[in-house]
């Protein structure tokens, strides 16, 4: 057997809940390997650190009040959905998809007139336009910087 399936059956090798040949094959392993003997040691303390807990009672009825609750929460979600939870839910989806169809209609109807714009080359770009695109922002490069050959680009100079 490998390592890791030997610590996967640590924990019961260490409670006594395995076949005889089972436990001996294990015991075998447990001679040879450092690390699953390192695992097992660790398993142990973890057991003695629970053996010092006193036991918890549990509650009268604590099971039939476990049942019903498991039984309450199957009832639960198998039962039909409220109609103004499918509304909201229906509402909130046309929403999102109407503010996305509006978001990429404006944004081809504004990309198309600045390209328009920007395609004329009798028209210089408006300020306002450059603006909006953020071409301003260039103004501050010096000259042949790579922002200064962008704008020249933009702008329709330096075409080659």
């Known amino acids: ?18 076949k005889v040949d089972e436990r001996q094959m294990i015991a075998g392993h447990l001679k040879t390997c450092i690390l699953c ?9 973890v057991k003695e650190t629970f053996s010092v ?6 509650p009268p009825y604590f ?6 609750r498991i039984k309450d929460e199957k009832f639960l979600a198998t039962r039909p959905m409220p109609i103004l939870e499918k509304i909201r839910r229906v509402a909130f989806s046309a929403a999102a998809f109407a503010g996305v169809v509006v978001s990429l209609f404006m944004g081809s109807q504004m990309g198309r007139t600045l390209y328009q ?3 004329n080359d009798t028209q210089p770009v408006s300020v306002e336009n450059a603006n909006i695109l953020g071409f301003g922002s260039f103004e501050e490069f010096p000259e042949g910087s790579l922002s200064d050959v962008y704008d020249e680009l933009i702008k329709g100079g330096n075409n080659g």
């Open 1 to 18: 057997m490998k390592c890791s399936q030997i610590k996967k059956k640590l924990s019961a090798y260490l409670d006594g809940e395995m």
């Open 37 to 45: 003997q390192e695992e097992l040691a660790a398993l142990s303390k």
């Open 53 to 58: 807990l006193d036991g918890m009672e549990v």
């Open 63 to 68: 099971m039939t009040r476990l049942r019903q």
């Open 117 to 119: 714009e920007l395609a």
